[in-house]
């Protein structure tokens, strides 16, 4: 526990795919004035600088975010993400890579509330200093549980995003009960957890049995095509239950945009 931090990943394909899918999810839910709470369970530091020596080490920003032409015009999704990572860049210099809590800050409204568990005592760090200025919950709280006990938000509106690190191997056979259980105590809650597709396919029985929850759900997987080598993640998954409509139509179009600036339109995104 504690080796992972999320620096070294920061930026990577896997992260554009999971943060375009929040974008989209928030965006949704700010069609509507009423208010909202948002539950950020793996919270990280917020905010990443790509100049650092951690993000360079393994250079996986230099396969996701900086691979995209941030002036490239795009009508989907995509477009926006790369809209609003400007707006960031803007305040935070011109390295800076929003994490989730990040993304949320922009899209958020006043009256929305936004709730973050992190327990890395060095993340957490991080976070507290990110939104020092900011109205947020920060929680040095185990994830699930900690976000189980703390649902549904009074406003019954809302997102949860679910983050692991999967440095611990029971997480991924853990995941289903644990959302089984949050499931019944907020059963309109949309919930959003990611996962890597690693070579080895360790995600299948934990997919399984989040397939067989008796709740609305869809799982998006984007694809690296097989010709990059050395990369150990081959893949970035989400299970979304009781997504929004058009959800999924609308990841799939930015996630076309997104094969098309990484791979020349290869790879692949499945939604259904
Ligand atoms: C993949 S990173 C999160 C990245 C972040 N969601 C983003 O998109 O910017 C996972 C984070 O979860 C934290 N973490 C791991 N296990 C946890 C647990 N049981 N409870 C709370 N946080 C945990 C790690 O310290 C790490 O910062």
Redesign the pocket.
């Known amino acids: 526990m504690f080796s992972?931090q999320?620096i070294y990943h920061a930026g990577s394909f896997a992260?554009v795919h999971?943060?375009v899918a929040l974008m989209l999810l928030l965006e949704k839910l700010n069609e509507k004035p009423k208010p909202y709470a948002y539950f950020?369970?793996?919270?990280?530091r917020g905010m990443y600088d790509l100049s650092s020596r951690e993000a360079n080490k393994t250079g996986e920003y230099k396969h996701g975010i900086a691979a995209i032409g941030v002036d490239v015009k795009l009508t989907s999704a995509l477009g926006r993400y790369l809209d609003l990572l400007k707006t960031v860049r803007a305040k935070y210099g011109e390295t800076a890579y929003p994490?989730?809590p990040a993304i949320a800050r922009e899209i958020l409204r006043p009256g929305d509330r936004m709730v973050l568990?992190?327990?890395?005592p060095g993340?957490l760090t991080h976070l507290r200093e990110t939104f020092e200025h900011d109205r947020v919950e920060i929680h040095r709280q185990?994830?699930m549980n900690g976000m189980t006990a703390m649902i549904p938000p009074s406003v019954r509106r809302g997102l949860v995003?679910i983050?692991?690190?999967y440095?611990v191997k029971t997480e991924y056979a853990e995941m289903a009960p644990k959302l089984a259980k949050a499931l019944r105590r907020w059963d309109s809650g949309i919930f959003a957890l990611w996962y890597p597709i690693l070579k080895d396919a360790r995600h299948t029985d934990m997919l399984s049995a989040l397939k067989a929850l008796p709740h609305d759900k869809l799982v998006s997987e984007f694809m690296a095509p097989d010709s990059i080598e050395g990369h150990r993640m081959i893949g970035s998954g989400l299970v979304v239950f009781n997504a929004p409509w058009k959800f999924a139509e609308n990841l799939d179009a930015a996630m076309k945009d997104l094969r098309t600036a990484l791979y020349a339109g290869g790879g692949s995104h499945t939604v259904g």
Request: net charge negative; hydrophobic share 15%.
């Open positions: 992972y999320h992260d999971k943060h950020d369970t793996h919270a990280g994490g989730s568990s992190e327990l890395h993340e185990d994830a995003l983050d692991p690190s440095e």
